[in-house]
């Protein structure tokens, strides 16, 4: 099935009147917070933590949930609740919402996306309909001879987490070093211990979307039939694989269910994370990249997706935007970018840029990739999106770390360095509108193996989601928890909202704005039914 990235269509925003009831808490001292509710105006929340596992990045955090549903803006009640309750220093929505537009792309997207066996003539394939797994040569990105220079005979083998909308165990494609006691399920109400894909179909579901792009991971031996190919699908067939179930759609509805699975990936020494699954701004999310980067996990995610002319962004979403992880933009089998400048295509194709963002992005090869299918045990469609491209650079940083396995570094953030330098040293950068579309060049993983490990490099800048615009927007001239609450619902709005976005990067790294700007961007808000009042005040 043609199964991608959408998350971009339907992005975190709130339709009024219907609105989450859980609210992500940060407290001053975690350990020693002993609440089990709390109150906000005449509203009761129950009060449980993130992780009952002590000494973790989440210690401080947890998730304020209501008895009941308010009309109020999931906004609004985080601010009243910290304003309210002396040790809570900050509130985000857990359960962020999509409004009435995107959700009627989404469903026009699901109609258009349905299962295709034979290639699309909207991008460049191979001529000969018998050619499989093409992305693996060497005029693509490599990774067959890639395979080859693992070094399995010493050292563990490499651990790579696969976070995704689950996987299906009895697919031909199905990795043959699955760790099935350490795989996990993220999403409530389920079996905790399970990341099996029950096929669950729904309007904004994509069931099956694992089982794709985990099969281009890692995926097993297969003889297509009427294909000239017998070998193994996946891009790294022998590192460790650990299943992570986190939602039943690409778009991260729970915002906690992606911090609770890097927290967990960290801690079972998972070495890579492949995701091809995205969602909006969060700062309990670049918490916990930077947790993943201290600890040497390198976090790969996709760029995204968008339709229409780069509708509602063609920009990089979350978490690809923060500039600890490594973020995966899309190139076609014809070397040509995946995206069309033509306003009047609207069919699904790959975000990138700004351009202050593609210093930590590569490109890999998409659409028309081989897409192993949910319950279908030998059959292998055709995918596309960044979501195909996402798992071959994963499978690269897990073949360059087997290689190099016995290799020590002083500091485990030395350890993602060396990857990204390897990755993004090696890239093809000839094509043209290299850096526009693909960042660091395009994907060559036979040539990054061949790379030595980096030690002299700096330590990449802890990720943030403060905007610095706002001291212009505002006047602010320092930084609180508030402001912070202000700055990532913008981030959400701006990601959500072309005209927005286009204004706010017009002033992005200015020092200084003039009144016309500031009244249409405050105007654009205003015009923003999902805003919240905190943020209506500010902007009257």
């Known amino acids: 099935m043609r199964n991608t990235l959408y998350f971009v269509l339907f992005l975190a925003v709130t339709i009024i009147g219907v609105h989450a009831e859980e609210i992500l808490i940060k407290v001053q001292n975690g350990r020693a917070f002993s609440q089990k509710t709390l109150q906000a105006g005449n509203t009761t929340f129950t009060i449980t933590p993130l992780s009952t596992t002590r000494n973790t990045m989440l210690n401080n955090w947890y998730v304020a949930k209501s008895e009941g549903i308010s009309e109020e803006s999931p906004w609004d009640i985080a601010h009243q609740i910290v304003t309210e309750n002396e040790q809570v220093i900050y509130g985000e929505p857990n359960r962020p919402t999509i409004n009435k537009n995107q959700r009627k792309l989404a469903e026009a997207l699901q109609k258009e996306f349905s299962a295709k066996r034979g290639y699309d003539s909207d991008w460049g394939h191979p001529d000969n309909a018998e050619v499989f797994a093409w992305h693996l040569e060497n005029t693509h990105s490599q990774l067959k001879e890639a395979r080859k220079k693992g070094n399995y005979k010493s050292g563990r083998r490499i651990r790579v987490a696969h976070f995704d909308t689950g996987y ?146 063609r920009y990089l979403v979350f978490p690809a935007k923060f500039k600890r992880v490594i973020a995966v933009s899309g190139v076609c089998y014809d070397h040509k970018p995946y995206f069309k400048t033509d306003p009047f295509f609207f069919a699904m194709q790959g975000n990138w840029g700004p351009e202050k963002l593609m210093d930590s992005a590569i490109a890999a090869y998409t659409p028309n990739m081989p897409w192993a299918r949910l319950g279908k045990h ?163």
């Not at 690409?250 to 091809?276: P, W």
């Not at 249409?520 to 919240?532: D, G, H, K, V």
């Open 378 to 540: 030998d059959e292998i469609g055709n995918g596309g999106g960044t979501s195909s491209a996402t798992p071959q650079v994963a499978a690269t940083a897990a073949l360059w770390l087997q290689k190099y396995n016995n290799f020590k570094f002083a500091e485990p953030w030395q350890k993602v360095n060396a990857v990204r330098h390897a990755l993004f040293s090696s890239a093809r950068k000839d094509l043209k509108d290299s850096k526009k579309y693909y960042g660091n060049g395009v994907l060559q993983s036979s040539q990054a193996l061949d790379v030595q490990p980096k030690t002299d490099t700096e330590k990449i800048k802890k990720d943030d989601v403060y905007s610095p615009y706002l001291s212009l927007l505002f006047g602010w001239e320092t930084r609180d928890n508030s402001q912070e609450m202000i700055s990532v619902e913008m981030l959400q709005l701006q990601q959500n909202n072309a005209k927005l976005c286009e204004l706010l990067e017009d002033i992005e790294g200015k020092s200084q704005i003039t009144t016309q700007q500031r009244q249409a961007i405050f105007s654009e808000i205003q015009n923003i039914p999902e805003a919240s009042e905190a943020l209506r005040q500010l902007t009257k």
């Open 168 to 313: 299906d165990p009895d697919h031909v494609t199905t990795p043959k070093n699955v760790c099935g006691d350490l795989e996990r399920n993220y999403i409530k109400g389920e079996n905790e211990f399970s990341a099996v894909d029950p096929g669950k179909k729904g309007t904004l579901e994509q069931p099956g979307h694992g089982t794709g792009t985990l099969g281009i991971l890692a995926g097993n031996l297969v003889q297509p039939s009427g294909k000239k190919f017998s070998d193994y699908l996946g891009g790294a067939p022998e590192v460790e694989i650990v299943p992570v179930r986190l939602s039943n759609s690409v778009i991260l509805f729970q915002l906690d269910a992606f911090a609770k699975a890097i927290d967990y990936a960290v801690s079972i020494n998972c070495d890579v994370v492949s995701m091809s699954m995205g969602g909006v701004a969060s700062k309990l999310w670049a918490e916990s990249i930077n947790n993943a980067y201290e600890r040497g996990l390198v976090v790969v995610t996709a760029a995204g997706n968008n339709v229409g002319g780069g509708l509602p962004t």
